[in-house]
């Protein structure tokens, strides 16, 4: 990544090129504009770290450019370009909230050294904003192989700018394992932007990846920024990729190939510098067999692969994610030292937990609230009713997630009905042989021992 991007604003090309030059040799991305109108229409549509702006400028005058970029919301830097007339003019402007100003003619080591300062004072400020703004702390707890596994791969992986595909169940964690790799990537002082593209209509999913200009439809009364422009700098994380409609899969494989696109209603193409983590529930080697996902987008962001397995095939992580969530639930619901009991451990352990962490942590949440009297959390306070099928599919909180945690189980205990015979079973269930080992595959099922599933 670059180490931050400017707009120069000049009317004059000479002195517009030579500070181009001088700050692009320093390892700045730069753009440049020759007047008001042409800058502020660059600001629409991406995000500078610092302004370089000319007082002086045909039409529209640097003061009211500056006036109209400090309106605007998490505004870039604005250091003012003075002439020997314009000190004064330049001392208001600072009054005003530009960041500095440079008198012509230039000095070149100034200009190199104000914009250091400004940019990692912007870079400051944005990552004071987001420790203001984080409303949890990000961590992905557990103890087992397959975690160690995990976040051993986000160090290794975090700091690339190359996409990222993680699979697993819903409610296993995958956003949090997202917001991971940002936040360890270089990129950790631009925005995390997530967009669930199984939340949002089709007919609204262009709107909200690309945005559009004013007037691009009936009711486009102003320019908007679409999330790969907000992520910009940053990380957009495609959550339930799977889910998105072949049309758009075929926009996204070419942004992020080119990085750059054109919101609704414009021609003119918006350049990014975007890294892109997606995610799904789904088997996307299946939905390409099916012609439901294109196959070059799937090859494009399977380029790092993570796979999050379901919490029950990772037992050893159950009690460390509750200790965690209960330590988090009494301070929230102010029931300091709150602790489990032996037996409410071991319910913890033995439950299924086909709503993986979510239902966990849920399940956690109600039984700190419902606490009333003593510190031990008990295997009654968790109300875990692992036999009640009702119960388990109703704890997942979407339809696509029961509708396959349903699947699963069926298809289990109709294995579990023929004694594991895997080719009865598939002519009871309608399958062919390999379909039904693909399924078996999937959702992580093996044959029963004596002591319980392996």
């Known amino acids: 990544m670059k180490r931050g991007r400017i707009l120069v604003v000049d009317d004059e090309e000479q002195i517009r090129e030579l500070v181009r030059e001088i700050l692009e040799d320093e390892g700045f991305q730069v753009e440049v504009a020759e007047s008001g109108e042409e ?47 314009t000190i004064s003019t330049a001392v208001e402007a600072l009054k005003i909230g530009a960041y500095d100003f440079i008198e012509k003619p230039l000095s070149m080591e100034r200009l190199i050294v104000v914009a ?29 192989r397959a975690t160690k596994e995990i976040l051993r791969l986000v160090e290794e992986l975090a700091p690339t700018d190359s996409t990222v595909l993680i699979t697993g169940e819903t409610g296993t964690g995958k956003e949090l394992i997202a917001r991971l790799i940002h936040e360890r990537s270089p990129r950790a002082r631009g925005r995390f932007v997530p967009l669930n593209c199984s939340a949002i209509p089709e007919d609204l999913m262009e709107s909200e990846l690309f945005g559009y200009v004013k007037g691009a439809f009936t009711n486009a009364v102003s320019n908007k920024k679409g999330k790969l422009q907000m992520a910009d700098g940053g990380t957009l994380f495609l959550d339930e990729i799977g889910d998105m409609s072949l049309r758009i899969q075929a926009k996204i494989l ?51 692969p993570i796979h999050i397995p379901p919490l029950r095939e990772r037992k050893e992580d159950i009690i460390p994610i509750a200790r965690y969530y209960l330590e988090k639930f009494s301070v929230k619901y102010n029931k300091p030292g709150l602790i489990f009991s032996p037996s409410a451990e071991r319910a913890l352990i033995s439950h ?12 956690v949440e109600r039984a700190v609230i419902m606490k009333r009297e003593g510190r031990e959390i008990t295997a009654g306070d968790l109300n875990l009713r692992p036999g009640n099928e ?49 399924k078996m595959k999937q959702y992580g099922i093996e044959k029963e021992r004596e002591n319980g599933e392996s």
């Open 39 to 85: 800058a502020l229409a660059l600001l629409e549509e991406k995000n500078y770290d610092l302004v370089f702006l000319d007082i002086w400028l045909p039409g529209m005058d640097g003061m009211e450019v500056l006036k109209r970029i400090l309106s605007t919301h998490s505004p870039p830097h604005v250091v003012m370009i003075s002439g020997h007339g």
């Open 116 to 144: 250091r300062n400004a940019v990692r004072e912007r870079r400051l400020r944005e990552e004071h904003e987001i420790l203001l703004g984080a409303k949890e702390e990000v961590r992905f707890v557990g103890e087992s």
């Open 254 to 304: 070419r942004v992020i190939e080119e990085q750059r696109f054109e919101p609704l209603g414009s021609t003119r193409a918006v350049e990014i510098d975007t890294r892109f983590v997606a995610a799904t529930n789904k088997n996307l080697e299946e939905e390409v067999r099916k012609g439901n996902f294109r196959r070059d987008l799937f090859y494009r962001i399977n380029v790092l």
């Open 352 to 363: 299924p937990w086909y709503g993986n962490v979510r239902e966990l942590k849920n399940a």
């Open 390 to 438: 009702e119960e388990r599919f109703f704890s997942i909180s979407s339809l696509q997630g029961a509708m396959r945690a349903f699947e699963r189980e069926f298809i289990r205990r109709k294995l579990r009905e023929f004694g594991w015979n895997v080719s009865r079973t598939a002519e009871a269930l309608g399958l062919d042989r390999s379909s039904l080992h693909r």
